[in-house]
């Protein structure tokens, strides 16, 4: 399930490297994954139109973040 995706590395396609998921919550309809993004706790969902692809053996998830969704943080 997604919520094994905690500990995998979140790699954007734009951004590169996001961090390690710290956690995992499932909402209603949605999981959101929690990430420490430069010094920033981020927040993003996983679902099929974010994760573009999850590497099992290496740890990784690749997504495919919305345009401006980390700026809401990083601000």
Excluded: M, R, W
């Amino acid at each position: 399930t997604l919520k094994d995706l905690k500990g995998f590395i979140a790699i954007d396609e734009n951004e590169g490297e996001l961090g390690e998921i710290l956690e995992v919550q499932e909402l209603p309809h949605q999981y959101i994954a929690t990430v420490q993004y430069q010094n920033k706790e981020v927040l993003f969902p996983l679902n099929e139109s974010i994760i573009k692809g999850i590497d099992l053996d290496g740890g990784e998830v690749y997504v495919d973040l919305p345009e401006g969704l980390l700026d809401i943080y990083l601000e």
